[in-house]
């Protein structure tokens, strides 16, 4: 390749990184952690769900029975249930919709039980706006994580178009910096962690940037369509096959059509439908099925699974008397590879798809990802602010530094705080006000910490700061849950709450060993310069 194509895409790389960086580094971040966030971290989150191992169906079916009965007819055609099993809702929710709304509400309508899994207990009943419903279901610290990821609490389609653009920016970047390493294999296995830090830098960069180029590449692109897909890409389609209507395109595609209600009783088995769904993927994990028409002769059942030995989500159709009809994509039946192909964009994004190693090395790898745009803005301002004629101060490096430790430190930081909060809400704070506390302790400590680098301190010190408060928060949670809870790492008979408690403790140690070490890497440098200055 000529010199000069490959400077150019130096200069794409370079600020297409600057630009995002931060922006990158936010999403990433929170990407990592919200690959555990379902079912791991929530289930943890959730002391309802430590010593769950499934809803049995009778009981389900009894519920669903006994609460039809008390709700207006038309609620009973769209039912939605809800099992706990960590990868919706902690409680087992019944949701009685009526599409069209009532005397009440234009709106879609709904009629809500939810129930304590451990005993069935009715714990909150809702009636009003279907949409309000969900809008203000209980969250927890890693749902406030994976959400932010997702939008970065800016809704849509705002958060949704910025969170797919950063996808293409990684994509872009994960491309074009492949190009420009001409010598790839030579980088590949250079790592000179013993000398000075921008020699560091620059080597983890691009060791993290070459190894890891086609998770990045993969996530980049399965990121960009999954911010973008609903809406840009869905209503293009709409505009192209539908004139525009996307209600048409919904239901052209949807994959559970509404049957047509005979009123002629005939009652739905969903016991039996339950019971088989297990037994032909006994790996996998209803967590939720929806039941059109109840109890009448055109009944049709659909349940969602996970797991197993399918790499996506499978839907499965029932007719209301437990006959079998098929199992489908979550986009429904439609033929062709294409399909296929949008189907595992989910799990490849989230590592959805082969157990938990499979999801930790996906945890890792985003934390890698994250830490690419750093490396490279790090890289691009030792370049600008050393040599003999430097174009940025020593007081702008400064600058940029604390800005840089303010932003993405005040990210992790801000993070690790929900961890142990968590804890203090489900022991001291009523459930009900739980959603109230995560987002203002979450942005205002995010704040507070990008407004300590308008001052002028050392950014050094404000690193090794930032990593021992994040330490000292993750290593908070173990014992506020020894001395607050009854289900912990010693006494939960789960051992992913044990794993998830020592875990915390060990993140923590490991932060405040580093920010020691940075402390005694400076002193170091400090006392070699001044030596090199008695010396000269």
Not at 177 to 191: D, N, S
Not at 318 to 339: L, V
Not at 349 to 377: Q, Y
Not at 486 to 501: C, G, I, M, R
């Amino acid at each position: 390749m000529k010199s000069i194509s490959l400077k150019k895409l130096f200069l794409l790389h370079s600020w297409v990184g600057i630009v995002t960086a931060i922006l990158l580094f936010i999403v990433c971040f929170t990407g990592a952690l919200a690959v555990l966030s379902r079912p791991e971290l929530k289930i943890w989150a959730n002391p309802e769900l430590h010593q769950l191992n499934s809803v049995p169906s009778e009981k389900v079916t009894e519920l669903i029975n006994h609460y039809h009965t008390l709700v207006p007819k038309e609620f009973g055609e769209n039912i939605h249930v809800y099992l706990p099993t960590g990868h919706n809702t902690h409680l087992l929710t019944i949701l009685f919709e009526s599409h069209d709304g009532d005397e009440n509400y234009e709106e879609e309508a709904a009629y809500a039980y939810q129930f304590d899994p451990r005993n069935f207990e009715l714990v909150n009943e809702y009636y009003g706006a279907a949409g309000y419903f969900y809008e203000h279901r209980k969250t927890d610290a890693p749902s406030f994580i994976g959400h932010f990821h997702a939008d970065l609490h800016l809704g849509r389609p705002i958060g949704l178009i910025l969170t797919g653009f950063l996808g293409l920016t990684l994509l872009v970047s994960t491309i074009t910096g492949l190009f420009i390493h001409r010598q790839l294999i030579k980088e590949l296995f250079t790592f000179r962690r013993k000398k000075e830090l921008d020699v560091v830098v620059n080597d983890a960069h691009k060791i993290m940037g070459i190894w890891g180029s086609l998770f990045h590449g993969v996530i980049g692109f399965t990121g960009a369509f999954l911010g973008l897909a609903t809406i840009i890409l869905l209503p293009a389609a709409a505009f192209v096959s539908f004139g525009g209507d996307q209600d048409k395109l919904v239901a052209k595609f949807t994959a559970m059509p509404e049957p047509i209600i005979t009123n002629d009783y005939q009652a739905t088995d969903i016991n039996a439908i339950l019971i088989d769904a297990q037994a032909r993927y006994p790996k996998a994990k209803v967590i939720d099925l929806t039941i059109m028409a109840h109890n009448d002769a055109n009944a049709e059942v659909y349940l969602r699974l996970i797991g197993g030995d399918a790499v996506a989500s499978q839907l499965l159709h029932y007719h209301g008397n437990g006959e079998f009809s098929k199992s489908m994509s979550s986009f429904g039946d439609i033929p062709g590879p294409a399909i296929k192909v949008l189907e595992l964009l989910f799990p490849l994004h989230f590592g959805n798809f082969a157990g938990i190693f499979v999801k930790l090395v996906w945890a890792l790898l985003g934390l890698s990802t994250a830490l690419l745009p750093l490396s490279g803005m790090m890289m691009w301002l030792a370049k600008r602010s050393r040599g003999s004629n430097p174009t940025l101060s020593e007081l702008a490096y400064q600058r940029w530094n604390r800005a840089i430790i303010g932003s993405c430190g005040g990210l992790v930081l801000a993070t690790a705080i929900l961890f142990p909060a968590q804890v203090l809400l489900n022991n001291l704070v009523p459930v009900h006000m739980h959603n109230a506390y995560f987002g203002p302790l979450f942005f205002y400590s995010w704040l507070a910490w990008c407004l300590l680098a308008v001052l002028p301190i050392n950014y050094h010190r404000y690193l090794q700061v930032t990593m021992t408060l994040t330490g000292l928060a993750c290593m908070a949670v173990l014992p506020l849950n020894l001395a607050l809870s009854a289900s912990h790492a010693f006494s939960a008979n789960n051992v992913l709450v044990t794993v998830v408690d020592i875990s915390f403790l060990f993140i923590g140690g490991l932060f405040i060993y580093l920010s020691q070490r940075l402390v005694t890497k400076q002193l170091n440098g400090v006392t070699a310069k001044a030596t090199d200055e008695v010396i000269v």
